[in-house]
């Protein structure tokens, strides 16, 4: 699994990040610059005491004019004088050395063929460079503090208005039509210039979302008319004695075709109410009335295509629910069972809180199920003339209702639909 810093975060890290390589680069510099000037200085000064002591003309004067804390050795000298073995690799020039806890600097001068070694105790120069380096590296130390409470500071005052334009986007009431601009909100920089970006997207967006509701709620109510005359016509040409048993079904064919595309059209017209902000219409209806008007709906399409229609009630749902969105899922469900089973049996069961629809048909891949649920998507098995809406309207009923659609396979073959109906 990726794992993705926040943007706030990603400020404060990066601050804190740069400040700890100013500071570090800081304190290194410093320490850097002591032994610097350690060395210069106390090359200067070694090397003139040094100078001094050798231009002494008498031993007796080497043991007077030596400073406090400064000791004296050479080649071949005697007594306290005589050149230690730890001293005797020791080059020319400045060095450090250390005689257990104590330390001295060293100053070397090699004069025709001799070692000349003058020592200092630097003991309390080595206290007072490691209080400096301690100061440095507390220093170091709570300049990452203050950069990570500085960086924490400056990423809220950054993100903040980011942090608000986001929440205003997704807020709902932003999609309405008197929804107001977000531009005006903020600053002439680059937040601004989303927010003007976000108001011309969402410009467009509501532009689109009232054409498809005007389209949908327009279309929907002028196919009642034409609707209603086909099924009074069909119901006309069914009271007629003198039809033949042929045309007979053709004219019941129409009338169920024209009782479906109302169902259809009405399903429609309520999806548009409800995009608007409306109420849906809600019904004391009985889930197992709406069951059997559409078992005994299809029970004939069904088994005249040789399958088996088995309808079980273990325990209807109650509630208030659509009468025409139920029908329009539970239909469509049906009509997907009968479409892709060529044999063996569709069975729609009544459960406690929804309703089971389940075939023994093709199936559908598990790669391709959550793609099912989307416009003009038809399974592998291509049949009929359908254009792949069913589903997808069945998805659509059950968000703007919040019921919930589930697909599931069946051994050995077929697809189960199981639908939670929330009251």
């Not at 410009?203 to 009642?224: I, K, N, P």
């Amino acid at each position: 699994m990726e794992f993705r810093l926040s943007l706030s975060r990603r400020i404060v890290i990066a601050f804190v990040l740069m400040s700890s390589l100013v500071a570090g680069a800081f304190a290194l510099g410093i320490v850097e610059t002591v032994h610097v000037v350690e060395e210069k200085l106390l090359s200067t000064e070694l090397g003139g005491d040094l100078d001094r002591l050798l231009r002494m003309e008498t031993m007796e004067d080497w043991k007077l004019h030596p400073e406090p804390g400064q000791l004296f050795y050479f080649s071949g000298g005697q007594d306290d004088f005589a050149l230690p073995h730890d001293l005797k690799h020791l080059k020319p020039g400045f060095h450090e050395v250390f005689r257990g806890e104590l330390s001295y600097h060293a100053f070397v001068r090699l004069v025709d063929g001799r070692h000349y070694v003058l020592l200092q105790d630097q003991s309390e120069f080595e206290n007072r460079e490691r209080v400096l380096f301690v100061v440095v590296f507390i220093g170091f130390l709570l300049s990452i503090v203050l950069a990570l409470v500085l960086g924490w500071l400056l990423a809220r005052k950054v993100i903040e208005p980011v942090v608000r334009l986001s929440r205003q986007v997704r807020h709902r009431d932003q999609l309405l039509p008197l929804a107001p601009p977000l531009a005006p909100d903020y600053a002439a920089d680059e937040v601004g210039e989303l927010a003007a970006a976000f108001d011309s997207t969402l410009g467009r967006l509501r532009d689109a979302l009232t054409r498809e509701q005007l389209f949908t709620s327009d279309v929907s109510h002028e196919l009642r008319t034409p609707l209603m005359v086909l099924a009074s016509s069909a119901e006309l040409l069914l009271e007629n004695p003198a039809l033949d048993a042929r045309a007979r079904a053709q004219a019941a064919r129409i009338a169920r075709a024209s009782g479906e595309m109302r169902e259809l059209v009405q399903t429609f017209l309520e999806l548009a109410r409800a995009q608007k902000g409306s109420t849906l219409v809600q019904a004391d209806v009985a889930v197992e009335q709406v069951a059997e008007e559409l078992i005994e709906q299809w029970r004939e399409p069904i088994e005249s295509k040789g399958l088996r229609l088995e309808y079980q009630c273990l325990q209807a749902p109650r509630g208030a629910f659509n009468p025409t969105l139920l029908r329009t899922v539970m239909g469509n469900l049906l009509r997907n069972a009968w479409h892709y089973t060529e044999q063996g049996h569709v069975r729609l069961t009544l459960l406690e809180h929804g309703f089971v629809i389940e075939d023994s048909g093709v199936g559908i891949p598990e790669s391709e199920r959550e793609a099912m649920f989307k416009p003009f998507v038809r399974g592998g098995e291509q049949r009929g003339d359908g254009l792949g809406l069913g589903l997808s309207l069945v998805q659509r009923v059950c968000e703007a209702q919040g019921w919930q659609v589930q697909l599931a396979a069946v051994e050995p073959s077929g697809c189960r639909f199981k639908v939670l109906l929330a009251p």
